[in-house]
């Protein structure tokens, strides 16, 4: 794809995969007859295939196009924030800076509850880190109980594009600032907007 323009797409997938792994929160999209199936979960890289691992809930009605061969886009989204010309050193306008992975593959469904444990199990530890405060359990009847009620499936991913919009095409200085002004910006929206929301 030509946009963004190159200097604002990063084809680094060891870059992508930080992305995932620090933002596993995807958006998953199915097309079925036209209308489109959109989900938010967390997806986990398995480093030993390479492959995305998830589950959902089985009532959920993209559950059903999550089959064997499926084709599927998948977004991850990283820091993004708007960037005022005052920041720079030179003359700008206004702009949005952000970090997006975008992924096509095939979905392939688990059926094996064994299995679909063990990706609820590998998914905890990963997110727990580096603290690892919570470990769950293969004995943990809630677990277990929940089983019943979701589907497991793996995603291969047949193509990446990572969309890096940072500020690249500015003088050394002027990115340095954008990275701080994102970085800064990123802190204090979190806060402003939970006080504003809750």
Same mark, same amino acid.
């Given at each position: 794809?030509?946009?963004?323009?190159?200097?604002?797409?990063?084809?680094?997938?060891?870059?992508?995969?930080?992305?995932? !792994?620090?933002?596993?929160?995807?958006?998953?999209?199915?097309?079925?007859?036209?209308?489109?199936?959109?989900?938010?979960?967390?997806?986990?890289?398995?480093?030993?295939?390479?492959?995305?691992?998830?589950?959902?809930?089985?009532?959920?009605?993209?559950?059903?196009?999550? !089959?064997?061969?499926?084709?599927?886009?998948?977004?991850?989204?990283?820091?993004?924030?708007? +960037? %005022?010309? %005052?920041?720079?050193?030179?003359?700008?306008?206004?702009?949005?800076?952000?970090?997006?992975?975008?992924?096509?593959?095939?979905?392939?469904?688990? !059926?094996?509850?064994?299995?679909?444990?063990?990706?609820?199990?590998?998914?905890?530890?990963?997110?727990? !880190?580096?603290?690892?405060?919570?470990?769950?359990?293969?004995?943990?009847?809630?677990?277990?109980?929940?089983?019943?009620?979701?589907?497991?499936?793996?995603?291969?991913?047949?193509?990446?594009?990572?969309?890096?919009?940072?500020?690249?095409?500015?003088?050394?200085?002027? +990115?340095?600032?954008?990275?701080?002004?994102?970085?800064?910006?990123?802190?204090?929206?979190?806060?402003?907007?939970?006080?504003?929301?809750?």
């Amino acid at each position: 794809m030509n946009y963004p323009p190159k200097h604002h797409q990063d084809s680094n997938i060891s870059h992508m995969i930080a992305v995932i !792994q620090t933002y596993p929160l995807a958006t998953l999209i199915s097309v079925k007859n036209n209308e489109p199936f959109i989900t938010h979960l967390p997806l986990i890289y398995r480093e030993a295939d390479g492959k995305l691992i998830g589950h959902i809930d089985k009532f959920n009605p993209h559950a059903l196009l999550l !089959q064997d061969d499926a084709p599927i886009t998948i977004i991850f989204s990283g820091p993004q924030c708007y +960037i %005022s010309p %005052s920041i720079y050193t030179t003359t700008q306008l206004p702009t949005w800076n952000y970090i997006k992975v975008h992924i096509t593959g095939t979905v392939k469904a688990i !059926q094996d509850a064994d299995a679909i444990k063990e990706s609820m199990i590998t998914m905890t530890a990963l997110l727990e !880190q580096p603290e690892h405060r919570y470990v769950l359990e293969p004995d943990n009847p809630r677990m277990e109980g929940a089983l019943a009620y979701v589907n497991g499936f793996e995603i291969t991913m047949t193509h990446w594009e990572g969309k890096f919009k940072l500020s690249q095409d500015k003088k050394p200085q002027d +990115i340095a600032n954008a990275k701080a002004e994102l970085i800064r910006a990123n802190q204090e929206s979190i806060a402003t907007f939970l006080n504003r929301v809750f």
